[in-house]
């Protein structure tokens, strides 16, 4: 039996690495997803505030710039369809932890509210936020959840 020389093992083993490569380097035959497939439970503020209804209260609430952009002013808007009791929002990251931001409302009328805020950005581009409301009827505590993309390209 004869022992293969040296350099013709290199050779070998060499031309596998380069092929490996090649063959890793090879163009994709599937087309790339030109857009991540849209979650339709979030709230689309360009069309309008994001409206809910509990205990027969409607609550809407909308942000303005409608695109949600983090670590920029925003001004998020509640409205509610009656006079409610001990209305609150915080914020808070639905899918990875970002902290809980509560959030100082200015009432302006019995049913109208107003606040300015920020709230960071995500590394991974993809933020879901929450919006998390409560209020009272009746002397009850209610809540309700407003989800929302930060930094949405439309």
């Not at 050779?11 to 979650?39: H, I, M, R, W, Y």
């Not at 303005?64 to 609150?88: F, M, Q, R, Y």
């Amino acid at each position: 039996m004869q022992v293969p020389h040296k350099s013709a093992v290199l050779t070998v083993g060499l031309s596998f690495v380069l092929a490996t490569f090649l063959l890793g380097c090879k163009p994709n035959q599937e087309p790339a997803a030109s857009s991540s497939p849209v979650d339709t439970s979030l709230c689309t503020f360009k069309s309008g505030a994001c409206i809910k209804t509990v205990a027969n209260v409607e609550i809407q609430l909308s942000l303005n710039p409608w695109h949600a952009p983090s670590e920029k002013p925003l001004t998020l808007i509640v409205n509610t369809s009656k006079p409610v009791a001990d209305l609150k929002v915080k914020l808070q990251g639905r899918d990875m932890f970002m902290g809980i931001i509560p959030v100082n409302l200015d009432q302006s009328s019995e049913t109208d509210y107003n606040a300015n805020i920020i709230y960071g950005s995500c590394s991974s581009g993809y933020m879901v936020w929450s919006a998390i409301v409560s209020f009272k009827v009746d002397g009850i505590e209610k809540f309700t959840a407003f989800d929302f993309l930060a930094d949405n390209p439309g």
